[in-house]
């Protein structure tokens, strides 16, 4: 089924980390707002009307990790609650927005209350809200937003619950150009249900592909010919490993104190070139000296051989052969200007080897060139040749889109005592223990006056006492020993009586992917359990001593995934040494940096509007590329200069959209984790810090410029 534009920009930032959390990223789930230095917590009330700069027109902070906030008439922020606080709060054309708030937030309302739309962000750590109190909401009544409700679980739960005494209206908006709206969306929850809970007065409609397990395109790192012309290598061998090795010196000069490189050259055939070898790097080392450990060809032989280059590329299928698809040639308007793409279908020609990146990772590659008659399709990355299938993994995350005009949930009204099942008369069938709140559902009921005893044992006395559980148990997370007794206290037993058990997802059991029940006895006894709302849940027939195991990869026969591909290393775009008079002149007072080596601008935006055309040029003397001055420059925006074709690397911009946002902030998470390859621009646009790291302390610190919580990026 075809998703239309507001769904696809919805699930682009959702797979823009999605795959962080989209591609089972462990989420922390704790309770509470984030804290420390990486902490981007916070609670905001803003409109939806910007001013030309793209900012609310008007905002305020209830609560942020930085201690700044707000006095607002009618809302505010109790952190020792981690309550938010409605009264009378009538602004209808206010968003309330909150992140990184933990799995117990709550929104008491006090009277009517109206606002336009209700956020709510996860990023990795809780995302969770229940509205209680006496009061009302009233959601996008002016129908100025087409979503009212959005919980963006961001690999958490995302659960919505509406207390027994609340009143919350939402309408579904005004469609968007592409006729789309939606009074509720849940992206990215690790609920298999719809993660709403509330007294409905009617059921929530969803569309077809809502509940639908997400999936994204696997990718992995493509060795290839790149078509700069030929170096020529000085060869060399190390320690009689069977290598062949070239090596090739930049000369110092004025700007650099020059540089050495270490290729492998590799013997290939089939190159597109035709040449016999292709150079993979080894390692590049400033300074010009004989690199240490290799021996220089004692007749001082050379060989000619093109650099590669290393691609993050979508693997294909074809017939059970692997393809993959990624860009080849880079097409550059007449005027100048940022290049334009080509695809290309690659075979692999090698199995898959081992190299060791610039931040010294090892990470698997294989080496591919163009198929023949497959080359420079399409500038559409999305449009995969007739024939060709991608490769696609799922995420463990779902979501939910609510088609109803209006979600209404009402007060609950005080329960009728149902009328007993005939032959039940005297039986209870619902138990909870209420020192730990696990709960049974029987079948068949069990005496009056019977009751639920689930206590926790202490896992490392059940190990000792049985030590060949350790390796039946692995992911062990806690054991409880489930029991019935009866008004004197004696056991009563309960077997062949289907029933449900619920086990709250306390702190110690959140986090995981999959989770199990096994029952200790002779034999053991395993029963895979989900996570439903705030509970864990199971089906079973018998009460026993329980073992709950969590894990991030499927339990038994399931198959288990493979781990994320490592992040690609930055492999330099020009190993061409730039003349003199291509050398573009620092202006007073720049703030941009140049490798000259490798014809690579850096700039970190001072706005998150990114940089125009006219502010880059302003970095340097007598640059002038273009009289569109307003021009917004993308990352890896390239520009020729005398001879040489510079890249601009905007530092954050990692979507190439050209400004800084929390999208930006999100996929240099997930590159962080190392749940996705990135190509070299990506890299040097999410290494903030220029240390040839990525970390989440850099999409901690774009997402805080993003949110206008830094004035800069560091």
Partial sequence: MKQSTTKKKLMALLLALCMVFGTSVTAFAGNGPTSGEKSYAWVRLYSSERNEEGDPVKSNVLYSNSGTADTVEGAVYDKSTNTITLTNYNCPDMLLSTNEMGDDLKLRLIGENHIQSLVVWGFGWGGNLEIIGDGSLTVNENKKDFFALRFIAEGTQGLLKVGAEATLTAYKGTPAENGEAYSAAFLGSTSSTVPFQGNLEAALTMTPDSGVEGEY????????????????????????????????FFEDDEYSGGQTDVYELVKLDGLPSGNEYLAVVVSQTDGVAWPEGYTKDPEGKTLDAKISFKQAMTLLQKDGETFYWGSDKIEFPPEGGAGTPWYSVYKGITDKMEIVNSWGDKEEAVIAVPVEGMRNLTKDHKAIPEGYSQVMKKTGTFSYFCTNDVIKSVPVKDPVEPTPTPGDEGKIKDLTYSDTGVSISLTNGVPEGAKLYADTMATESVLESKPELKE??????????????????????????????????????????????????????????VVEGDYLVFETTHLSQCAILGSNTPFETSENPTDPSKPADPTKPNPNPIPSEDKLVLADNSKASVDYDNALIFIKPEKTTGVTLGELESQFAGLDISPDDTFLVPNGFKFTYGNTQYTVIIKGDVNFDGRITAVDARIILRIAAKLETADEITTYAADINSDSKVTAKEARSVLRFAAKLSTSIE
């Fill in 472 to 529: 039946e148990l692995p992911g062990l997370l806690t054991v409880y020993q489930i029991t019935v007794k009866d008004a004197d206290g004696k056991t009563v037993e309960v077997k062949n009586n289907p029933m449900t058990v619920k086990i709250p997802m306390t702190d110690q059991l959140k986090g995981y992917k999959y989770y199990q029940a096994v029952y200790i006895g002779d034999e053991l006894e395993r029963f895979d359990a």
């Fill in 217 to 248: 395109a696997v990718s992995e790192t493509v060795i290839y010919e790149e078509s700069y012309p030929d170096t020529t290598w000085q060869l060399a061998t190390k320690d009689n490993d069977g290598k062949l090795y070239g090596i090739y």
